[in-house]
């Protein structure tokens, strides 16, 4: 495990700030939180590491009304169940078990919906 620091920065759009293992801050910004959590996540990623909060997880991911609404920061828990799960705040922490990469979020989302994953762009 790695100790990560991440704010959230104050302004018009949405950003991020990380830092981890000592090294100088890092910025991210995006049209919404979630999407700046993708970019610090990709990052973390080239370095082999997992971040382990919920918007990480493979059935997570914000609806289009949700990146608008404050700024992207809560996202759906996807369920076939039928049961509503409710939103979860992306930043919250979440067990390294329930966590993936970025590309696998990306199919796991592509999936529950039917998309076929080859027609995806990398942007989940």
Not at 46 to 72: I, T
Not at 102 to 108: F, G, N
């Amino acid at each position: 495990m790695v100790p990560v620091s991440l704010e959230i920065l104050d302004g018009e759009g949405a950003g991020l700030r990380m830092k981890f293992s000592g090294r100088d801050w890092q910025s991210f910004t995006g049209s919404n939180l979630f999407k700046c959590l993708l970019c610090a996540r990709t990052a973390l990623e080239k370095e082999d590491l997992l971040l382990c909060c919920q918007g990480a997880r493979p059935d997570v991911f914000p609806s289009g009304m949700q990146q608008q609404m404050e700024h992207g920061r809560f996202a759906a828990v996807l369920s076939r169940s039928g049961e509503e799960e409710g939103a979860v705040d992306i930043f919250a922490a979440a067990e390294p078990s329930q966590v993936t990469s970025v590309e696998a979020q990306r199919v796991a989302v592509y999936q529950f919906f039917n998309l076929p994953v080859s027609d995806a762009g990398g942007d989940a």
